[in-house]
């Protein structure tokens, strides 16, 4: 999930410089490849950048932004090839949270080394400099590539994974003043997404009232109004009104973000309306989605069509999703699952799945749902 206007652009050199630099060295990869399941991810210690230069009167000094990097030795499991996924995940610092800002602008560039007894090497050395608006302390909300290295740049030898070999990531953050946006706190910024009074829905993908278009790697197409997503979302808002490449350009292409998704999401920012009879997937997805851009009255309807799907199949994502996106109704409904059918579930894959993912918080849940029960 995962994102979002994240682009490739060219900037000007003039325009550009150098903020700071963080390199993590995954030490012993090869042992962490054959151990790990595949859901399982690494997270790197915390390192900083410095917040935007002050280049205004007005504006205060900032602290600066924490981040980690977040590393899936297995990739995305939809994918075919064997690969690593690699992100950039924010967190929160002080001023952002004692101001209510729920956005950060990052501009950097990654670059990957493999090291082993015989060399170090740059692998699939990237020139582009990504441009990317984070949603803060969300967990689906990542700039990054989920394909991020094919696994035979690591290991040559397909049907050898056992050479000693280090991973070595170092990221370089940027500051450009054509494509910095100001992120203010909260209460300079009027939230207008949750003006649901307002129904665009005879205009939805109309050529005619629209001034932007979405494109996605299928070679389907999304036309829009810039206006009326500003309206609906204070996320588009916020993209919008930023000195940045995709505020001003006609067309984004949305990566990693499937089309149908998309459409629902934007169609629902013009309508209010929401699809019937989607799968658990499709909901997730749209959960996920609606939790990045900050709609509201989307996630809570996602929500509730979610929790209909509380069964053998789908009861321990629903809970875990519950427990990680702080959403009660999630949460109530999968430990309710758990509580009534306990001896059909305590041996089960998903129940280990579950002990697995929980931390000692979410445990002293479960122990107080199987001996007490939860109620309506």
């Known amino acids: 999930m995962n994102v979002k206007q994240e682009s490739n652009f060219e900037p000007n050199k003039d325009d550009i410089y150098h903020l700071t630099s963080y390199t993590w060295i995954v030490k012993d990869f090869q042992d962490i490849y054959c151990h790990m399941d595949k859901s399982q991810f690494i997270l790197s210690e915390r390192f900083y950048s410095p917040s935007t230069p002050i280049m205004k009167e007005h504006?205060?000094?900032?602290?600066?932004?924490?981040?980690?990097?977040?590393?899936v030795p297995h990739g995305k499991s939809e994918i075919s090839k064997e690969h690593i996924s690699l992100y950039l995940f924010p967190l929160k610092n002080e001023y952002e949270e004692q101001n209510g800002i729920c956005?950060?602008?990052?501009?950097?560039?990654?670059?990957?080394?493999?090291?082993?007894?015989?060399?170090?090497?740059?692998?699939?050395?990237?020139?582009?400099?990504?441009?990317?608006?984070?949603?803060?302390?969300?967990?689906?909300?990542?700039?990054?590539?989920?394909?991020?290295?094919?696994?035979?740049?690591?290991?040559?030898?397909?049907?050898?994974?056992?050479?000693?070999?280090?991973?070595?990531?170092?990221?370089?953050?940027y500051y450009?003043?054509?494509y910095t946006i100001d992120i203010f706190p909260s209460n300079d910024i009027k939230d207008n997404s949750k003006d649901s009074s307002l129904s665009f829905e005879n205009y939805f993908n109309d050529e005619n009232f629209s001034d932007i278009t979405f494109k996605f790697s299928c070679g389907s197409e999304?036309?829009?109004?810039?206006?009326?997503?500003?309206?609906?979302?204070s996320y588009f808002k916020a993209l919008f009104n930023g000195n940045w490449k995709e505020s001003k350009s006609p067309i984004i292409t949305i990566k990693d973000v499937k089309y149908e998704c998309f459409k629902r999401m934007i169609n629902f920012l013009y309508s209010g309306k929401l699809d019937s009879n989607l799968s658990f997937e499709e909901l997730k997805d749209l959960f996920i989605e609606s939790d990045i851009r900050d709609i509201m009255e989307l996630k809570k309807a996602v929500s509730t069509r979610i929790v209909k799907h509380v069964n053998e199949n789908y009861w321990d994502e629903i809970l875990l999703m519950g427990w990680?996106?702080?959403?009660?109704?999630?949460?109530?409904?999968?430990?309710?699952?758990?509580?009534?059918?306990?001896?059909?579930?305590?041996?089960?894959?998903?129940?280990?799945?579950?002990?697995?993912?929980?931390?000692?918080?979410?445990?002293?849940?479960l122990y107080k749902a199987k001996l007490f029960g939860v109620g309506k």
Not at 138 to 152: F, I, Q, T, W
Not at 222 to 233: E, F, G, Q, T
Request: with cysteine; charged share 35%; hydrophobic share 35%.
């Open 59 to 71: 504006q205060e000094k900032r602290d600066d932004n924490i981040w980690r990097f977040l590393f």
């Open 103 to 173: 956005y950060r602008q990052a501009i950097y560039q990654i670059e990957m080394f493999v090291h082993n007894d015989k060399r170090t090497s740059l692998i699939d050395p990237k020139d582009k400099i990504y441009n990317h608006i984070a949603k803060l302390n969300n967990k689906y909300n990542r700039c990054g590539e989920y394909d991020y290295c094919e696994l035979k740049n690591i290991f040559p030898k397909d049907n050898d994974k056992t050479e000693k070999t280090d991973l070595i990531f170092k990221i370089q953050f």
């Open 176 to 178: 450009d003043k054509n």
């Open 222 to 233: 999304i036309k829009a109004s810039r206006l009326v997503l500003a309206i609906k979302s």
């Open 324 to 365: 990680q996106m702080k959403n009660m109704e999630m949460k109530q409904a999968g430990l309710k699952y758990f509580s009534e059918h306990w001896m059909e579930i305590k041996n089960s894959e998903k129940m280990n799945n579950i002990i697995v993912n929980s931390n000692f918080d979410w445990l002293e849940e």
